[in-house]
């Protein structure tokens, strides 16, 4: 039963047990650790009763400073030698400046100070950064500089004598000469200046407000899914905007490296990339990204036998990157073929969603895509390899895996090298899952079936902590609709449906994948664990070649032994809608840096 609320400052810190505490009026103490805080805790129990106190603590303004337990001769140096040093700080700013520098004791990065000196090396770091940098928004200048990456560069960085603080070992406080940390601090200053965007901005919930186009005679009974279909809406610009595209060519110094999800996305030589339901391969050796998806650079017409759109096959395309932002188009490496009607290639027939993987036994590249003919009768994967990321590649033959018809597809590769082909089947009523062979040019005897009639397609896989996850889209033709995520602690499974990873926007929005479809997930590139790329298509039936790409920001959570522990099955996985959002520069990308 809930006793009464009570504010932090309002409770004692309490050595012997570690926890904050509070009277009960049971005689005991209401307690609650500085790890419950931290997580989000609110409620301070009573360990003889079973009354209960709900705990107010604002981690930016109410948290007073017995919430890090420091010692008086600590706190004096602290305001007194430090503070005075900066003439940008207020009380409000100190007090978050001090939850973050204590948070910072808890990263077990920060090894190369010693243990008592991390607390006063964070806060004086910090304030010095507040100060060279003349920026007084504190919540700024954290966000910026506080990520795991960065510390584990700085704290394997051979410091010179007087620029992290060191004890006093006869006086008992500390002594302090980190006002002028000189070159360092120029160092950490250009690299905020090259990526001003941190990696917890991309979890922030970015609402959108929509207001109706003019023109429309009901602009209150809009329905953005019909909408979305209708070729001649007025708010047609609101999913295919024609204008400011997304152009590596423009100077990189003014808008560098932003996604734009729903714009035209242009490669290096000025056009549209094409390469939908794709997916990349990141090639170790070569330190480049390569996207491969169906090139639809082609006229949209209604199939005779089905009436769907559709494009005549052209091929695989394939586009190479450094950064995932200025792609150079490699060229169409699996053509498709022109004269033999027969020919699981053929111009009128289907060549959908390819993904390549690398075999690292063989050397060889290899593609699997989903091959159909033009009523999508044959449902069957197509294999095909190459020598090079860039092809050419050899088409090998079709088939349908385990005797069973295969439509939308993906293939994972686990770390252990073990690659699976996941495929919609049954008519989309379920999916499976089997290995590869050791070769990647075929499916083994064994299979699992996931999803079981529950109508799911365009699988996309990809791995955290030892748990799976699995994006998927319902079946819906052309109408987007909302994904789900699907977690295992095996690839073969048994999968469980978590939910909508889909954040922000609107209602309209999340209920539609941001009118788009998955195709796959990339890791984040050098990002904090739990950070990866939502891929997906905002497929224009009208005209395909016009379709766009939507990447986001995707987090997953949870610590896998945290999976079922009071954590909501929403909250798991996220896709963060950002109109405008750019990729951290992570680790390697800032000791290189920090070398330059």
């Known amino acids: 039963m809930s006793y009464d609320d009570v504010e932090i400052e309002d409770m004692e810190w309490n050595d012997e047990l570690q926890a ?37 603590h604002g981690l930016v303004e109410n ?23 900066n003439r940008f700080l207020d009380d409000n700013n100190v007090v978050e400046l001090l939850v973050v520098a204590d948070y910072l004791c808890f990263i077990k990065e920060l090894n190369s100070i010693r243990v008592q000196c991390k607390k006063v090396a964070a806060y004086a ?11 007084t928004n504190v919540s700024q200048v954290i966000h910026r500089v506080i990520t795991i990456p960065l510390i584990k560069s700085l704290s394997s960085t051979t410091w010179p004598g007087g620029y992290w603080p060191e004890a006093d070992a006869h006086g008992g406080g500390w002594r302090f000469s980190a006002c002028h940390v000189g070159v360092e ?55 295919f905007p024609k204008f400011d595209a997304i152009d590596p060519r423009q100077n990189v110094e003014n808008n560098s490296y932003y996604h734009y999800p729903g714009r035209i996305w242009l490669d290096t030589d000025g056009n549209p990339i094409q390469a939908h339901g794709g997916g990349i391969l990141y090639d170790e050796k070569l330190k480049t990204y390569y996207w491969y998806g169906e090139y639809k650079n082609g006229p949209t017409y209604p199939a005779h036998e089905t009436g769907t759109a559709r494009v005549d096959v052209i091929g695989v395309g394939c586009y190479s990157s450094k950064n995932l932002w200025a792609w150079k188009y490699e060229g169409i490496v699996l053509a498709a073929e022109e004269n033999n009607k027969s020919h ?39 294999i095909a390899i190459s020598d090079f990321p860039t092809g050419p590649f050899e088409y090998l033959y079709s088939r349908r895996p385990n005797g069973f018809d295969s439509r939308d597809m993906t293939v994972f590769k686990d770390d252990n090298g073990i690659a699976y082909l996941i495929y919609s089947s049954v008519r989309n009523k379920g999916i499976h899952i089997t290995p590869l062979n050791q070769d990647y040019i075929d499916v083994t005897d064994k299979m699992a079936r996931a999803l ?29 609709n909302e994904a789900l995520v699907h977690e295992a602690e095996s690839v073969l ?35 904090a664990p739990g950070s990866f790329i939502f891929m997906a298509d905002r ?11 939507v990447w986001l920001p995707l987090t997953v959570r949870v610590a896998r032994k945290d999976r079922y522990v009071g954590v909501p099955l929403w909250s798991r996985v996220s896709i963060f809608w950002h109109e405008k959002w750019r990729i951290p520069v992570g680790e390697n990308e800032l000791k290189r840096k920090l070398e330059n």
Request: hydrophobic share 40%.
């Open 20 to 56: 904050f505490t509070y009277p009960c009026p049971c005689g005991d103490l209401f307690q609650i650790t500085k790890e419950e805080l931290r997580i989000g805790e609110e409620i301070a129990r009573c360990p003889s009763c079973s009354l209960y106190i709900t705990v107010s």
């Open 63 to 85: 948290i007073s400073d017995v919430l890090f337990n420091r010692t008086s001769a600590e706190c004096a140096v602290f305001h007194e030698e430090i503070l005075p040093c």
């Open 125 to 135: 770091l910090l304030l010095v950064l507040c100060t060279e940098s003349r920026n």
């Open 185 to 239: 601090v120029e160092k950490i200053k250009r690299i905020l200046a090259l990526q001003p965007v941190p990696l917890r901005d991309l979890e922030q919930i970015e609402e959108m407000i929509l207001l109706p186009p003019f023109g429309l005679k009901y602009p209150h009974k809009i329905n953005l899914n019909d909408e979305f279909l209708n070729a001649s809406s007025l708010a047609r610009n609101i999913f």
């Open 344 to 382: 699981d290639l053929h111009k009128l027939k289907v060549l959908e969603r390819p993904k390549v993987i690398h075999n690292d036994r063989t050397g060889k590249y290899v593609m699997w895509m989903h091959i159909d003919d033009a009523t999508y009768q044959k449902a069957s994967v197509g």
């Open 452 to 480: 079981i009639g529950q109508h799911r397609e365009a699988p996309a896989v990809f791995k955290h902590e030892g748990v799976y996850y699995m994006v998927t889209s319902g079946c819906s033709g052309w109408s987007p």
């Open 493 to 527: 499974g048994p999968w469980e449906s978590i939910g909508n990873p889909c954040v922000g926007a609107n209602k309209d929005f999340r209920v539609a994948t941001f009118f788009a479809q998955s195709t796959f997930v990339l890791p984040m590139p050098d990002g």
């Open 539 to 549: 497929w224009n039936p009208a005209d395909l070649r016009d379709s766009r790409y």
